[in-house]
C-alpha cells in the first residue's frame, strides 16, 4: 500500500520569541504550512496538534488553536497528542494512521511550545514530569541530571569520553550557524565546548552547558495527503518506514547505555524500509544532551557499543560525511521547543530531500532518517523518508 506523504511545510525560527504566545506560534506555522501546500483551511480533513506543556503556559487545552489561522477550520476534527518530547511524532503518527484508514486524506500536524514565558525552574520542574514520578522526579532529579547519570555510566564502562561530547556540541553549533531558523546561531568551536568557564559551566557533571539542548519557542507544521492525492503537489516526500517502540518509564527497570529503544525503532524502521543505515544520505537525531547524540550512532548502528565517538572522530557525522547527523544543528542548536520538536526534524529532513535546506543543504539527498525520543529513552520514533517520485 502507498503511503501517506508530506506535501507541505511551516516552521517559525526558535528561540526565545517574546512577540509570540502559544496560539500565535501555532496560527503562523499554520498559514506557512497551508501557503506552502497551496491549500486552504477547508482542504484540511483533520488537525493533529503536538504540544507537551506540563504548566509552562495557561493553555491546557491547546487542540482547537490553529483555527485561527482560518475561520473554515471550524468543525473541523482536532486532537491534542502528547508523548514527552516525542510529542511531534506522535501527532505525525495519528495523522498517518487516520490517512491509511481512509477516514481523512489531507491532514495538518502542528506541533509548538512556549517555554520562555516561565522561569528557570518552573522549565526544570515541567520537564521533570516526563521522568517516572516516584523513582525520579520525586527525588528532584531533573533531566540533564538523568542524562548526566547516563553519561557517567558510558564513561565508567567505556572511559572518559568529555572530548568526544564537545566535538558533537562543537559540530552542531556549527550547522546551526548556517541555519536561519536555529536558535543558537554560534559557532562556538572545540576548544570552548571542551572547556569549563564562566560561560560554559557545569549543569551536572559530567555534562557542560554546551552539553545540553535549548530552553525555545518555536513551531512547526505538516501537511500530509493520501499518496494518490500526493502526485498534485508540486513536490512531496514519502514515507518509507514510520516505527514506534515504547520502553519501561522507571530508569531502574532498563539499562541506561544500552538505548534498546531507540536500537530497536532503528532496526525495524530500516527493515521496514527495505535499506541498511548506510544508505541513508543524512539524519536528524534526538541530541537533547550530546550524550544522547553519541549513544544514537550506537543504536543506528554506525559503531559498536563504545564505539561512537569514531563516527566523530573521523568524520563520518559531520557535513561531507558518509552521513552527516543534525545538519540543521539539532535540538543542541536549533533549539527544542518539545512539542514542536518531531515535527520540525521531520521539516528539516522533508527540505533536504526537496533541495530547499539553503546553507545546510546536504547535496543529492535522496533518503533520511529522523530519530525523536520522548523521555529517558522512553518513546522512540524513527522515520525513514524519501522524496516521491
Wanted: charge should be negative; include cysteine.
Amino acid at each position: 500500500m502507498e503511503t501517506p506523504c508530506i506535501v507541505g511545510w511551516g516552521h517559525t525560527p526558535f528561540g526565545r520569541l517574546d512577540h509570540f504566545d502559544l496560539e500565535g506560534l501555532m496560527v503562523e506555522s499554520t498559514r506557512l504550512a497551508l501557503a506552502d501546500a497551496g491549500l486552504r483551511a477547508r482542504d484540511v480533513d483533520a488537525v493533529f496538534v503536538s504540544h507537551f506543556n506540563a504548566g509552562m503556559v495557561p493553555d491546557g487545552f491547546p487542540s482547537s488553536l490553529p483555527f485561527g489561522a482560518d475561520d473554515d477550520f471550524r468543525f473541523t476534527p482536532t486532537v491534542r497528542l502528547e508523548n514527552a518530547c516525542a510529542s511531534g511524532s506522535a501527532a505525525i503518527h495519528a495523522a498517518l494512521d487516520a490517512i491509511g484508514s481512509g477516514r481523512v486524506r489531507i491532514a495538518l500536524v502542528v506541533g509548538a511550545e512556549k517555554m520562555t514565558a516561565a522561569d528557570g525552574p518552573a522549565v526544570t520542574a515541567a520537564l521533570a514530569r516526563a521522568s517516572h514520578h516516584r523513582e525520579e522526579g520525586a527525588r528532584g532529579l531533573t533531566f540533564p541530571g538523568i542524562f548526566a547519570l547516563i553519561a557517567r555510566e558510558y564513561f565508567a564502562r567505556h572511559g572518559d569520553h568529555g572530548a568526544t561530547l564537545a566535538r558533537i556540541a562543537a559540530k552542531n553549533h556549527a550547522n546551526g550557524a548556517r541555519n536561519p531558523l536555529a536558535h543558537l546561531r554560534r559557532d562556538l568551536g572545540f576548544d570552548f565546548c571542551n572547556t569549563v568557564s564562566e560561560r560554559n559551566p557545569i549543569i551536572a557533571a559530567p555534562l557542560r552547558k554546551t552539553d545540553c539542548s535549548t530552553v525555545a519557542d518555536g513551531a512547526a507544521a505538516l501537511v500530509l495527503a493520501a499518496a494518490p492525492l500526493a502526485r498534485d503537489f508540486r513536490r512531496a516526500v514519502r514515507f518509507r518506514s514510520a516505527v514506534q517502540v515504547n520502553d519501561f518509564l522507571p530508569m531502574s527497570r532498563r539499562d541506561p547505555v544500552a538505548f534498546e529503544g531507540p536500537r530497536r525503532a532503528w532496526r525495524r524502521a530500516l527493515d521496514e524500509a527495505g535499506v541498511g543505515i548506510r544508505d541513508l544520505d543524512l539524519a536528524e537525531v534526538h541530541d537533547c544532551f550530546t550524550i544522547a547524540e553519541l549513544l544514537s550512532y550506537e543504536a543506528m548502528g554506525l559503531a559498536e557499543a563504545g564505539q561512537g565517538g569514531r563516527c566523530v572522530d573521523d568524520g563520518t557525522v559531520a557535513p561531507g560525511g558518509a552521513l552527516p547527523v543534525n545538519p540543521s544543528g539539532g535540538l543542541k542548536a536549533k533549539g527544542h521547543p518539545v512539542g514542536a520538536t518531531g515535527v520540525s526534524m521531520h521539516v528539516m529532513a522533508a527540505m533536504q530531500l526537496c533541495g530547499e535546506a539553503g546553507d545546510i543543504q546536504v547535496p543529492g539527498a535522496g533518503l533520511a532518517g529522523v530519530f525523536n525520543m520522548g523521555g529517558s529513552v522512553v518513546a522512540n520514533y524513527v522515520s525513514v523518508l524519501e522524496r516521491a517520485a
